[in-house]
C-alpha cells in the first residue's frame, strides 16, 4: 500500500512523520527503519488536546489544525496526531478529527 500524504506537500509534515517514527521505534525498541508510513492526513482538531485529552488538563477550545499519521510495525497499526507546529502526541483512546475537509488557515 502506498502512503498516502496531503499534496501540495505541507510545510513540516515530514518533519512531524519521522519525529512520529522515532518515538514509536523508542516506544517499541526497534529501529526506525522497521517503523512504516501507512498514512499522513491533513485534518482538524475539535480542541488543542489534538484528539488526546489528558485527565486533569485543560485545552483551548478552538478548531486546531494538524494531521493524523498511520505508522505500523508487526502488523500493529499505531495513530499519532499532531499540530502544524511541530507538536505530536499519541494516546490510549484518541478522539477523531471534525468531520469535513481542513480549511485553508
Not at 3 to 24: C, Q
Not at 39 to 51: I, R, Y
Request: with cysteine; proline share 11%; charged share 20%.
Amino acid at each position: 500500500m502506498t502512503p498516502t500524504i496531503p499534496t501540495p506537500a505541507v510545510s513540516g509534515l515530514e518533519k512531524l512523520i519521522e519525529k512520529a517514527k522515532e518515538d514509536l521505534a523508542q516506544r517499541v525498541g526497534v529501529p526506525i527503519t522497521q517503523i512504516s508510513l501507512i498514512e499522513a492526513t491533513e485534518v482538524e482538531w475539535s480542541d488543542s488536546s489534538l484528539g488526546c485529552p489528558q485527565p486533569g488538563m485543560a485545552y483551548m477550545q478552538v478548531i486546531t489544525p494538524g494531521f493524523l499519521i498511520l505508522l505500523e510495525h508487526a502488523d500493529r497499526t499505531y495513530e499519532y496526531h499532531a499540530s502544524r507546529h511541530n507538536t505530536i502526541v499519541t494516546c490510549e483512546n484518541p478522539s477523531p478529527p471534525v468531520p469535513g475537509i481542513p480549511s485553508d488557515s
